[in-house]
């Protein structure tokens, strides 16, 4: 069985609820990826921003990205998948809440993101078509 921890990117980094939209989009340069985890205090976390949410919700609408704190951008409810859930369970997870990226977590820790693409390129055809066409639903 091919589990999340052998699909996922590892090294992924959170962005603080107490930094900036700034902050969010320079990690997100320096790391270059679209998406990073935000992390409370307590170290968990509270949802993703992606480079979209930071466009959408903080420059359109003329905010300043210095001073809007990157914990306003997550999302309800924060979407994990466990590190030794399987690549099919992470289809489905991606399905159903209708998310394009995935913090993995092992023990309550960040340890690695999986992205559409981490898990087209693990399951069948077929599979991918399927996740590919439950996430382009708008």
């Given at each position: 069985?091919?589990?999340?921890?052998?699909?996922?990117?590892?090294?992924?980094?959170?962005?603080?609820?107490?930094?900036?939209?700034?902050?969010?989009?320079?990690?997100?340069?320096?790391?270059?990826?679209?998406?990073?985890?935000?992390?409370?205090?307590?170290?968990?976390?509270?949802?993703?921003?992606?480079?979209?949410?930071?466009?959408?919700?903080?420059?359109?609408?003329?905010?300043?990205?210095g001073t809007f704190p990157a914990g306003d951008?997550?999302?309800?409810?924060?979407?994990?998948?466990?590190?030794?859930?399987?690549?099919?369970?992470?289809?489905?997870?991606?399905?159903?809440?209708?998310?394009?990226?995935?913090?993995?977590?092992?023990?309550?820790?960040?340890?690695?993101?999986?992205?559409?693409?981490?898990?087209?390129?693990?399951?069948?055809?077929?599979?991918?078509?399927?996740?590919?066409?439950?996430?382009?639903?708008?």
């Amino acid at each position: 069985m091919t589990t999340a921890r052998d699909i996922m990117h590892v090294g992924a980094e959170c962005v603080r609820t107490d930094q900036s939209a700034a902050d969010a989009s320079r990690i997100m340069a320096e790391q270059k990826v679209g998406a990073l985890p935000i992390c409370g205090p307590d170290d968990k976390i509270k949802g993703v921003v992606t480079d979209r949410d930071v466009v959408v919700k903080v420059v359109a609408k003329g905010r300043g990205a210095g001073t809007f704190p990157a914990g306003d951008l997550n999302q309800s409810e924060a979407v994990t998948i466990g590190a030794d859930d399987s690549a099919e369970q992470a289809m489905s997870t991606m399905m159903q809440h209708q998310v394009r990226r995935l913090p993995v977590i092992d023990s309550g820790e960040l340890v690695g993101m999986i992205t559409l693409a981490d898990v087209a390129r693990s399951v069948s055809n077929p599979q991918t078509g399927q996740l590919v066409e439950a996430l382009s639903i708008d």
